[in-house]
Nanobody, 124 residues
Framework: QVQLVESGGGLVQPGGSLRLSCAAS????????MGWFRQAPGKEREFVAY????????RYADSVKGRFTISREPAKNTVYLQMNSLKFEDTAVYYC?????????????????WGQGTPVTVSS
């Protein structure tokens, strides 16, 4: 199985940028669809973006479309989430997850492996 470790979270002002990283060990990320999710205090975990296992297919939540970009770096077995034009409502703990299914999903319960999360706070 694969182990995932997120990093790159922190405190940023509105309009700022952060790049989150999700480093994998144990298995190649090429075997999985990869997703980013977030969970704000008192709210359910929600889909942010996914990068399909093949074909370079990506999908984004409407709330982040045009501001966030998900990408992979196979040589480092790492997935990234570049976050630009951050807003107060982007504040949450961000998780990466791996899905070994044939189809790619947006529902958190379809993902098999999760990292521990990295907190992002957007505040002035």
């Amino acid at each position: 199985q694969v182990q995932l470790v997120e990093s790159g979270g922190g405190l940023v002002q509105p309009g700022g940028s952060l790049r989150l990283s999700c480093a994998a060990s144990g298995r190649s990320l090429s075997l999985y669809h990869m997703g980013w999710f977030r969970q704000a205090p008192g709210k359910e975990r929600e889909f942010v973006a996914y990068h399909a296992r093949s074909g370079g297919i990506t999908r984004y939540a409407d709330s982040v479309k045009g501001r966030f970009t998900i990408s992979r770096e196979p040589a480092k077995n790492t997935v990234y989430l570049q976050m630009n034009s951050l807003k107060f409502e982007d504040t949450a703990v961000y998780y990466c997850a791996a899905d070994r299914s044939i189809s790619v999903h947006v529902a958190p319960n379809e993902y098999d492996y999760w990292g521990q999360g990295t907190p992002v706070t957007v505040s002035s």
